[in-house]
């Protein structure tokens, strides 16, 4: 999944001459937490959040433009980025959002928000089906034969879900049009364990 897939494309954005009081109207209003900063012609000049904006408003500073409180070296990220190098640089960089350019142009953003998202709907959350958990010892092909039994059997892979350790790979699925038995049934035959299975509604 590329930022292009999971970003926010209508995106709020200040002029400089913003005041700060004005820009806490937007963020209230609009429920967001960080706000680009741009010039006349469209160009990012930088980002605004509610803690700089709150901070601002405690000195008594309601009345400056955005840009004195603005933060103006803006970590940027391409639409074309993986969303886990964006959740990456997030991290690296302790903020919580990401203005997603096409050259010079500003063309998106990507939240922490936007990324909880992205996990949620990969791991295949708010969708009713099983979701069961199992530990594949390293080197195991049982992945593969996996899918193909639950697909034999009827059901539907509805997402997959893997993180390799050191020792082994645990494995998350969300299945759908089998009953827990039956799944149980698929697993057992392959000679795979199951660590949880959970129905999800």
Same mark, same amino acid.
């Given at each position: 999944m590329l930022v292009a897939d999971c970003m926010t494309r209508n995106v709020r954005t200040l002029g400089a001459d913003t005041s700060v009081a004005e820009a806490l109207e937007v963020l209230s209003e609009a429920r967001i937490h960080r706000l680009p900063v741009i010039d006349e012609t469209g160009a990012l000049l930088g980002i605004v959040s509610d803690m700089d904006l709150r901070l601002a408003e405690a000195a008594g500073r309601l009345a400056d433009p955005v840009r004195a409180v603005m933060t103006k070296r803006?970590?940027?990220?391409?639409?074309?980025?993986?969303?886990?190098?964006?959740?990456?640089?997030?991290?690296?960089?302790?903020?919580?959002?990401?203005?997603?350019?096409?050259?010079?142009?500003?063309?998106?953003?990507?939240?922490?928000?936007?990324?909880?998202?992205?996990?949620?709907?990969? /791991?295949?959350? *708010?969708?009713t !089906? $099983?979701?069961?958990? &199992? +530990? /594949?010892?390293? *080197?195991?092909? !049982? $992945?593969?034969?996996? &899918? +193909?039994?639950?697909?034999?059997?009827? !059901?539907?892979?509805?997402?997959?879900?893997?993180i390799a350790r050191e020792q082994d790979c645990l494995v998350v699925l969300k299945v759908a049009g089998l009953s827990r038995e039956q799944l149980i049934r698929a697993t057992a035959d392959l000679g795979l364990e199951i660590a949880d299975l959970t129905a999800e509604e």
């Open positions: 803006v970590v940027t990220i391409s639409e074309f980025c993986p969303v886990e190098e964006a959740a990456a640089v997030m991290r690296e960089r302790q903020v919580g959002g990401l203005p997603v350019m096409r050259g010079d142009r500003l063309i998106g953003i990507i939240t922490d928000g936007d990324i909880f998202d992205a996990l949620t709907q990969l /791991l295949g959350g *708010g969708q !089906g $099983l979701r069961v958990t &199992l +530990t /594949l010892p390293e *080197g195991h092909l !049982g $992945l593969p034969e996996l &899918l +193909t039994e639950i697909a034999s059997r009827g !059901g539907r892979t509805v997402s997959v879900g893997t």
